[in-house]
């Protein structure tokens, strides 16, 4: 007889889902892809950084330590949103970054995101958003992800609450739909667990749908929070649909970077770039 905690590893089903950094260390070791959902920061930060030629290095805290392995990785580090200044004005925020100067190799703390990648033990991890969705589930489905043989895991990061518990996001939610609906369209998908056979209904890809999403966005718990800190950006880059020119956001492994891939046209449409072999 299993034990009961085997029920919540969903060993039956190709395409994964969970919630949060504890969620990705209970199926990680279960799967050779997990895909970090952090829509308003993590990984749309990290698909805007990489894009523009970044390796980026995660991090899962924001202390002395990061620092650290800032400097032994020749890499600048991205700091708090209200610490950026001309000298330090990389953050984990993609308006941020599309400002900032180019750097070639930048350390990205972030508790949610990185966090869920350090859980991830020697799988692949890819950063997922609405920005770069159709191109991973693309990349996923040409690698062989998200079947019985090769099952992977996507993970919508979530926010903490005060008390650090998880605080379910509903646009990581969106997210993690975007990614699989998109893997379900390239043919890639199945079987898909049932805590993730709803969430490509939670995404609307009829672009003309884009203002609607951005006033969920704004209405949903991190929206209206994001506004009282004043953070500007007002999650635009995370609201963007299918706006990144690269397929994967990989952390490779035994190299903890997350690096842009060759910059070769892709055929699935103009703009995208097909990732390595």
Not at 49 to 56: I, S
Not at 136 to 159: K, M, N, Q, S, Y
Not at 170 to 187: N, S
Request: proline share 8%.
């Amino acid at each position: 007889m299993s034990d009961m905690s085997d029920w919540y590893l969903q060993q039956e089903y190709g395409v994964r889902f969970e919630w949060g950094a504890g969620g990705a260390e209970r199926v990680a070791g279960g799967v050779g892809c997990l895909v970090v959902v952090d829509v308003l920061s993590f990984s749309t930060s990290v698909n805007v950084a990489v894009e523009a030629g970044t390796r980026v290095h995660p991090y899962a805290w924001r202390d002395e330590t990061a620092s650290v392995f800032a400097r032994d990785n020749a890499a600048e580090l991205a700091v708090g949103r209200r610490a950026v200044t001309a000298a330090s004005p990389w953050s984990l925020s993609p308006a941020a970054l599309r400002r900032a100067p180019f750097t070639p190799r930048l350390v990205l703390p972030s508790p949610n995101g990185s966090a869920i990648a350090a859980a991830a033990g020697g799988s692949t991890v890819v950063a997922g958003c609405l920005r770069n969705a159709s191109a991973v589930g693309r990349w996923l489905a040409l690698h062989g992800h998200g079947t019985l043989e090769r099952p992977l895991a996507v993970i919508a990061a979530g926010e903490r609450w005060p008390d650090g518990s998880l605080r379910p996001g509903l646009e990581d939610l969106m997210g993690a739909g975007a990614v699989i609906a998109a893997l379900q369209a390239a043919g890639g998908a199945g079987p898909l667990s049932p805590r993730g056979g709803g969430r490509p209904d939670r995404f609307h890809r009829d672009p003309r749908r884009g203002r609607c999403r951005g006033r969920v966005f704004l209405r949903s718990g991190t929206g209206p929070e994001r506004l009282r800190r004043r953070r500007g950006d007002r999650g635009r880059g995370g609201r963007e649909y299918d706006r990144a020119r690269a397929h994967r956001r990989r952390l490779q492994r035994g190299h903890p970077h997350l690096r842009q891939p060759p910059r070769r046209r892709c055929p699935h449409g103009p703009g995208h770039l097909m990732p390595p072999d």
